[in-house]
């Protein structure tokens, strides 16, 4: 499986942008997908995800509110919407996926993940 990242880019603070992330290549192994993300002065942590056979969709808690993950299964695609951003969202972007069918505690563990794409550096500016 193979995982393309877009979208991110400079902003200002309290603005917007949408990540994508396709997936290609025995995508019908994946059953999770999610987004994490690191700074350099941080480890990478989890943001969200989305279960292509569930409804919840965990979010860490420094973006609940702001940011919304969504997918198309028939694309293949995974989408972060982050809105109202402010410059400690500043970080590279990942988007990860999984063949397992991991229960929602399981989600926001990076190891858990098998599959990662190449990262999209999201800069928010003050």
């Known amino acids: 499986v193979q995982l393309q990242a877009s979208g991110g880019g400079l902003v200002q603070d309290g603005g917007s942008l949408r990540l994508s992330c396709a997936a290609s290549g025995g995508t019908f192994n994946t059953n999770v997908m999610g987004w994490f993300r690191q700074s350099p002065e941080k480890e990478r942590e989890f943001v969200a995800a989305?279960?292509?056979?569930?409804?919840?969709?965990p979010y860490a808690d420094s973006v609940k509110g702001r940011f919304t993950i969504s997918g198309d299964r028939t694309k293949n695609t995974v989408y972060l919407q982050m809105n109202s951003l402010k410059p400690e969202d500043t970080a590279v972007y990942y988007c990860a996926a999984s063949a397992r069918n991991w229960i929602l505690s399981a989600l926001t563990s990076a190891r858990n993940y098998e599959y990662w794409g190449q990262g999209t550096l999201v800069t928010v500016s003050s």
């Open positions: 989305i279960r292509w056979s569930g409804r919840n969709t």
